[in-house]
């Protein structure tokens, strides 16, 4: 076959043109980090892409679940912490109210309404929020749980004419589950009813404390109650704990997922760039050696033989 001038030029320009595109490709990938620009350039890559961004959004919603989780079980922590001193608090009253040697106006004046001001923390502690939802209401998070109603009437060892209490729980037993995986279920919530058992004894024992007339064996009963709340709490405290660690665990493994799977898309779709680079600057020196061929292809060409 006989290479015509003609051929001589439109290959060089199909070398030229070639190596131009190569160059912005290369340049296009180091400007943008990613390796191609739409999905038609790599099938295969992009669509393993696609699916690993689908895992990730399901492994960042299961992280955001694991971290919301764990703030809601810190306030529920905190809280305890707050009815613990509480409890201690009320302990070491009702002990003083037991001394035979402290006279009904100590009782009433001293003991009867520190004990009330601690019923008033109770109940405070038990309406806490976490993201502007009451903690123990159960499904009910927008119900504020616990609020303290007044009764009928009886007389204190001063005789003066009081108010009963009643503590009233307005929420629900509802567990609050949130899902950290495929197959974990974790409960993230703590039903109000031992709260609301706790601020009872307290109401109890202040009013032993303070009624006439005064009988130390009530409050004697108010005590071992109030102990006996103060247990049950202490066990819910603990499982919240086990909880707590279970989330903590879970999220410590979502965090290991996500940093694999980005590495993987990485791989998958960002541009090497040292190796773009290095790539790049050959490119380079490739185009300049196809100009200064080519050129001196055509240049030797006479314009007569060019426009055979």
């Known amino acids: 076959m006989r290479i015509t001038n003609q051929m001589m030029v439109n290959n060089a320009i199909r070398h030229i043109s070639d190596s131009q595109e190569k160059t912005s490709k290369l340049q ?15 099938p295969v890559n992009a669509s393993l892409g696609l699916s690993l961004r689908s895992n990730l959004r399901t492994v960042e919603s299961y992280v955001n679940n694991a971290e ?4 809601w079980m810190l306030a529920t922590d905190y809280v305890f912490t707050q009815l613990e001193t509480v409890s201690t608090r009320a302990t070491n009253l009702v002990m003083r109210g037991l001394n035979d040697s402290l006279n009904n106006t100590a009782r009433v004046t001293s003991l009867g309404t520190e004990l009330q001001t601690l019923i008033d923390q109770a ?20 119900t504020k749980p616990f609020s303290l109603v007044k009764g009928a009437t009886f007389l204190d060892t001063m005789g003066n004419t009081v108010d009963s209490l009643t503590i009233d729980y307005s929420g629900d037993t509802n567990a609050m ?10 409960t993230m919530n703590v039903p109000g009813t031992p709260i609301e058992t706790f601020i009872a004894s307290l109401i109890k024992a202040k009013e032993a404390m303070i009624k006439d007339p005064y009988n130390a064996n009530s409050l ?13 709490l202490s066990q819910y405290r603990t499982s919240n704990g ?27 779709e960002d541009t090497n760039m040292a190796e ?9 020196v490739t185009f300049e050696a196809v100009l200064d061929v080519s050129q001196r292809a055509i240049s030797g060409l006479s314009l007569f033989d060019y426009l055979k």
Do not use: W
């Open 220 to 232: 004697q009963t108010a005590m071992a109650e109030l102990q006996s709340s103060l247990d049950t």
């Open 177 to 186: 589950q949130r899902r950290l995986g495929p197959d974990q279920l974790v």
């Open 28 to 42: 296009t990938q180091i400007s943008t980090g990613k390796q191609f620009q739409n999905a038609s350039e790599d």
């Open 276 to 284: 773009a680079i290095a790539s790049l600057s050959n490119q380079k």
């Open 68 to 71: 919301n989780t764990n703030d």
């Open 123 to 142: 109940v405070e502690a038990g309406n806490t929020k976490q993201n502007d939802q009451y903690i123990f209401s159960g499904y009910k998070v927008d």
């Open 242 to 268: 086990a909880r707590m660690r279970q989330v903590e665990s879970a999220a410590d493994f979502l965090a290991q997922v996500t940093a694999e799977t980005k590495s993987l898309l990485s791989k998958k």
